[in-house]
């Protein structure tokens, strides 16, 4: 049976899924059979994996790069529950990997209990095959409000045992007061599970910290394992949100590519666009208004999990005019997924899969093409290759790249229209994606991912995801005092581990 270690966060954000991914790297560098977990997670960003029966499934990607971290094969037990935002009151609800509408519909608290069981033994499984298993919270796990619906947190800790950590951004401040606080609001026996604290995105001298550290250690008996300084070039994509434009590739001797992307309400699979932050050369803006396209080179329209309701937005806020006046000067304009099908004629959701109402809706008019969304989603990895094309996008011709496929939508070329250039196809044939000048839209996700695309466009490398995990892991080794992890699989109290390895 695996020792399990937990990743427990003070508020969102804190920085779960960054120290998650670290450790399974961590653990899986020292010879450890190591699978990550999250019982349930709340993300747009969802990666396509082996499910049960043959099927393919989706998963959050944190989950998804943390198995590649522990090196292990990414497949839904490591995320059985994925709950994707379509509105403020609204998820589609994804169980082992595929789509329960049927839980669609039960009250939240409801919900809950009827999930915990596909969750538990999912766990008890993945801990059957392996020697570490890393797990992720999720928010944090003293919403009193929640806590007796919470299975994510504290019922996933007690049901492995697991040697937890509760990570705090102290960046925000009030740090001692979120671990405390957070602390004192569980009940004894979960309490009892929290190994150490960890102060996240630290920025000065560590010095500066006392006696807060030994007062906090006093009061909950809990000591502050390590202090991790702030580090925002790290490489690896944000798990919600949409994460800050600075660019972490460097300064460029020439003027910056300025690469925009609207960032509408129910954005989905931003992670893929992390490549593009670490490109020297390469500016990354998130487009929330016309001005924010002024200067753009590039305008992208990414994936949504809310297309119709998305684009209305993209209307409201003037974008859409904005990004016809781009292509009609001759900018580059790249719609992935949702975004490939705002760019065409029509929508049209008769089974009211993408929108409760259903009905019709006109899209963008920049490529001569119909969605229409079918109940049945296709998953499914892709190896795909463009044609030959022109203008802005010639650089891609003839490339091949690995992405994936999560979408309801079927687009074709509306039949009444003059036929535009197929752009993409994957291995078998099927047709993935259309050019028209300017304006290129492809289904398949994952293209700034490959090396082979950044090279043909901006003739640079970026660092593979495998550097990006040893760096997670060698931070550790820096940050994290000797024996403090090793601890985490024993049951010894860090402190005492740690003066034994010494």
């Known amino acids: 049976m695996a020792r399990a270690v937990m990743v427990l966060g003070t508020t969102s954000g804190a920085g779960k899924s960054w120290l998650a991914t670290a450790l399974c790297r961590w653990y899986a560098r020292r010879g450890f059979k190591v699978a990550p977990f999250k019982a349930q997670n709340m993300s747009n960003n969802a990666r396509v994996v082996p499910g049960p029966d043959g099927c393919m499934g989706e998963i959050g990607s944190a989950q998804y790069f943390q198995a590649l971290a522990a090196c292990a094969v990414p497949e839904v037990r490591q995320n059985p529950v994925l709950l994707k935002p379509e509105a403020d009151t609204r998820s589609q609800v994804v169980v082992l990997g595929a789509v329960r509408r049927d839980l669609g519909a039960v009250p939240w608290r409801e919900r809950s209990e009827a999930l915990w069981p596909f969750a538990r033994d999912a766990l008890h499984a993945l801990m059957a095959e392996n020697d570490v298993v890393v797990i992720e919270g999720a928010g944090s796990p003293a919403e009193i409000n929640l806590h007796a619906s919470d299975y994510v947190n504290m019922r996933t800790a007690l049901a492995v045992d697991a040697a937890c950590l509760l990570v705090t951004d102290i960046d925000r401040g009030g740090a001692f007061a979120h671990l405390y606080g957070t602390h004192q609001l569980l009940p004894a026996e979960e309490r009892a599970l929290i190994r150490g604290f960890v102060l996240n995105r630290f920025r000065g001298d560590a010095a500066l910290l006392a006696p807060g550290p030994e007062q906090l250690e006093a009061l909950t008996g809990v000591p502050t394992v390590a202090v991790l300084p702030m580090w925002r070039e790290h490489g ?14 460097g300064a460029s001797a020439v003027r910056p590519l300025r690469v925009a992307v609207i960032a509408y309400p129910r954005i989905s699979n931003l ?225 005492q581990n740690d003066k034994d390895s010494r």
């Open 271 to 495: 992670d893929e666009f992390q490549p593009l932050r670490n490109l020297p050369g390469v500016r990354l803006v998130w487009a929330r208004g016309p001005a924010d396209l002024d200067g753009a080179d590039w305008v992208i329209l990414p994936g949504s999990k809310h297309t119709t309701a998305d684009l209305a937005w993209l209307r409201a806020q003037g974008l859409d005019l904005a990004v016809a006046r781009h292509a009609g000067q001759g900018g580059a304009v790249l719609g992935i997924c949702g975004g490939l099908q705002m760019l065409g004629e029509a929508l049209i959701d008769l089974h009211a899969v993408d929108d409760p109402l259903g009905g019709n809706a006109p899209g963008l008019g920049l490529l001569p093409l119909v969605t229409a969304f079918d109940p049945d989603k296709l998953l499914q990895p892709t190896q795909a290759r463009f044609a030959t094309l022109d203008g802005p996008w010639s650089a891609l011709s003839g490339v091949a790249f690995d992405g994936y496929e999560i979408h309801h939508g079927r687009t074709a070329q509306h039949p009444d229209l003059p036929a535009t250039t197929v752009a993409v196809h994957n291995a078998a044939g099927e047709v993935l994606g259309w050019q028209q000048g300017a304006v290129l839209g492809l289904y398949a996700h994952g293209l700034f991912e490959s090396p082979a695309v950044l090279r043909a466009l901006f003739g640079a490398e970026v660092r593979t995801l495998d550097a990006v995990f040893d760096g997670l892991a060698d931070f550790l080794d820096r940050h994290v005092p000797e024996g403090v992890l090793l601890s985490l699989l024993d049951d010894r109290s860090p402190t």
């Open 236 to 249: 690896l994509p944000e798990e919600d949100g949409v994460f800050d434009d600075r660019s972490s590739g």
